[in-house]
């Protein structure tokens, strides 16, 4: 029930395409939805969140789409560019918890 | 505005031996979380530190243990070490346990 589960795995879109990145949860506790952005070598970047509140959430080209009801939610990146090659994590928070679950990651490869 | 920062960049150890990593907050944060990240998978909760407590805990042995300071900088360390401790070890600071987390660079553990 503490598991946030991430697909695809991996992915590769052309430059300008627009690539989705799905999860989905169990636990209805999950207050807090943020995204990372990993690259190699480095640590876990924080890119946008989302509360279950609010059905969508954009900030430039990243978009988070949630659906409650269905208990999943998805990343939008628009014009994607060869320099958002990495990997990304969906994770949830319970506020209560304080503890963050991470998904397993998908690596992004946008070809130029 | 410095961000969160992790010490040391690199470690090699020998199985059996003992390890402390070190974390300083993003400044503003006063909590603490800490991360294993195997590679290709997502971060794993290990614990979670505010106000010089342990708040709350994921699935590790006693082995892994740690501290927090007055000046919110925290220790991991990590006793018996095993080859299966090879990892990148994350520190994510918040402010309030907020699910908004910053993370440093990590600590690359390699145990031989």
């Known amino acids: 029930q503490q598991q946030v589960k991430q697909s695809p795995q991996s992915l590769i879109v052309q430059k300008g395409g627009i690539p989705i990145i799905n999860c989905a949860y169990e636990?209805?506790?999950?207050?807090?939805f943020p995204w990372y952005q990993q690259f190699p070598g480095k640590g876990p970047a924080l890119l946008i969140a989302?509360?279950?509140?609010?059905s969508e959430k954009k900030e430039g080209r990243f978009t988070i789409s949630f659906n409650k009801s269905a208990k999943q939610f998805s990343l939008h990146i628009m014009d994607s560019q060869p320099g958002d090659s990495a990997t990304y994590f969906c994770a949830a928070f319970n506020t209560g918890g304080f503890k963050t679950i991470f998904g397993a990651g998908t690596r992004l490869f946008v070809k130029a | 505005d410095a961000g969160v920062t992790q010490s040391p960049t690199h470690l090699i150890k020998t199985r059996g031996q003992q390890v402390t990593l070190r974390c300083s907050p993003k400044?503003?944060?006063?909590?603490v979380s800490w991360y294993q990240q195997a590679l290709g998978q997502g971060p794993q909760f290990i614990f979670q530190?505010?106000?010089?407590?342990?708040?709350q805990r994921g699935n590790f042995p006693d082995r892994f243990s740690g501290h927090q300071f007055p000046n919110y900088s925290s220790e991991l360390n990590v006793n018996a070490l095993l080859l299966g401790d090879s990892a990148l070890y994350l520190c994510a600071s918040s402010f309030l346990a907020s699910g908004g987390q910053y993370f440093g660079p990590g600590t690359r553990l390699t145990v031989t």
């Open positions: 530190y505010y106000e010089e407590e342990e708040r």
């Open positions: 400044s503003g944060h006063d909590t």
């Open positions: 989302i509360r279950p509140d609010v």
């Open positions: 636990n209805t506790a999950f207050d807090y």
